[in-house]
């Protein structure tokens, strides 16, 4: 039987290690799990608002992972035009007089898709569109994302961080805190 001086200072250790090691650990766990949420959340807004499948989008947003030694997670977001080609499943150059491509619920009529001039035919083909009835001007098309972007995230985080976040750091505290009980 240890003597009661003993015991409190096991529990003293205990709960400074605690302290030191298991919160900030369950923080950046709960961080880091809140931060998938957040991901998967934006993810799937964006893609239904604008129609574009899911992985066109998922490519464009990163997470980095929160450490119990700095506590910071970060979730980065590159919100850059998506071309119309990277949506259609057959990217073939358009013949004929079939000047129509559709691709992700929209129809761009008088288009077509080739390599740009600038790149000698080595390049990676795009959608282009002619603005008016004459050979010039033409533009590669794109779908903005940046809007749905903007309108989206501060939601979806608010949202996470308000009713997950505390739930998934209670989570994490309990499992700690009852790992080192037993």
């Known amino acids: 039987m240890q003597t009661l001086d003993s015991q409190i200072d ?4 205990y709960l400074k290690s605690l302290h030191h090691k298991a919160v900030p650990a369950a923080y950046a766990s709960a961080m880091n799990k809140s931060l998938a949420r957040i991901r ?4 799937r807004g964006v893609s239904k608002r604008e129609k574009i499948p899911a992985k066109h989008i998922r490519k ?11 506590l910071r ?9 998506i071309p119309v080609i990277s949506l259609l499943r057959d990217q073939t150059p358009t013949t004929g007089r079939k000047r129509r491509i559709r691709a992700a619920g929209r ?9 740009p001039q600038k790149s000698k035919g080595r390049g990676k083909p795009h959608v282009f569109q002619r603005q008016s009835t004459a050979r010039y001007p033409i533009a590669i098309q794109k779908i903005a994302i940046d809007k749905p972007v ?7 985080i608010r949202r996470v961080m308000r ?12 499992y700690r805190i009852d790992k080192h009980v037993r």
Do not use: C, Q
Not at 10 to 13: D, Q, S, Y
Not at 151 to 156: G, I, L, Y
Not at 163 to 174: C, D, K
């Open 40 to 43: 998967t959340r934006l993810v």
């Open 10 to 13: 096991r529990l003293n250790r």
């Open 60 to 70: 464009r947003v990163f997470i980095r992972r929160a450490t119990a030694r700095t």
């Open 150 to 156: 903007k309108a989206v995230t501060p939601v979806v």
């Open 73 to 81: 997670g970060r979730l980065s977001i590159y919100v850059e035009d």
């Open 163 to 174: 009713h997950v976040h505390p739930r998934l750091l209670r989570h994490e505290l309990r």
């Open 107 to 115: 129809v761009y009529h008088n288009a077509f898709i080739r390599r």
